[in-house]
């Protein structure tokens, strides 16, 4: 990791970007748990795979279309549209009764970043997840801002880019752990440092650099 320290901290960022789903908290068991009883409830007539964290895993990170095409097969696209909303209700209900597992780390270097940085989140999710992140970990009050899908409806790089102009940042990085965030950050032209405990692999070549928990992103930042 030694030459990537050395790239970010040539980098002298003004503001950190921060993914949610594999970056900040890990909710792939109770988002599970989520939707199988959003089945029952609203789709009892649709044969429907049972959604494990496993199943989640490769689709957290994508749009909420494109997981709603994943989990629905063979329910019409007008019958998802209808139900959609309802099942993200249903997803939040579950989250605040039992929110995702912070990895470790995270609450500490958040309110240490906070203090040099503003921190925002991106995040390809529907509108009120990034609140219920926020609210069941108590991370509220260090991040400035935060815009997802549902409030642009624009794949991530828009997204990106829209927090880049809302708030007039001039040298931000992106913290992720996929190759779509990769993708999405280089798209947006902001530089992408990957979280490797994540969910996803990033190869060297599409990223300025690799973090292998929440703290290493402290030290080199600070290095």
């Not at 709603?68 to 939040?92: H, W």
């Not at 991106?122 to 970990?137: A, E, F, P, R």
């Not at 969910?199 to 402290?218: C, H, M, P, Q, W």
Request: hydrophobic letters at 35%; charged letters at 30%.
């Amino acid at each position: 990791m030694g030459n990537e320290k050395k790239t970010l901290s040539s980098l002298s960022p003004d503001s950190i970007i921060f993914d949610i789903d594999g970056t900040l908290w890990d909710s792939r068991e109770t988002v599970a748990k989520a939707w199988n009883e959003a089945f029952k409830k609203l789709l009892p007539e649709y044969k429907l795979p049972t959604v494990t964290k496993e199943i989640l895993t490769p689709l957290f990170g994508k749009t909420m279309d494109k997981i709603c095409d994943e989990l629905l097969p063979g329910v019409p696209v007008t019958k998802r549209q209808l139900v959609a909303d309802r099942i993200y209700e249903i997803e939040s209900e579950y989250i605040r009764k039992e929110p995702g597992r912070l990895y470790e780390g995270v609450a500490a270097v958040v309110k240490e970043l906070s203090k040099s940085y503003p921190l925002y989140i991106v995040s390809n999710c529907q509108l009120g997840y990034i609140d219920d992140l926020l609210d069941t970990t108590g991370l509220g009050p260090f991040f400035k801002d935060g815009l997802c899908y549902g409030d642009t409806g624009l794949p991530k790089e828009g997204t990106i880019r829209a927090m880049v102009e809302r708030h007039g940042l001039s040298s931000p990085l992106y913290v992720g752990d996929t190759y779509g965030d990769a993708k999405a950050s280089k798209l947006a032209g902001v530089p992408f440092i990957w979280a490797s405990y994540g969910f996803g692999e990033v190869e060297e070549k599409d990223r300025t650099a690799k973090i292998e928990n929440i703290s290493d992103l402290l030290y080199i930042i600070k290095s």
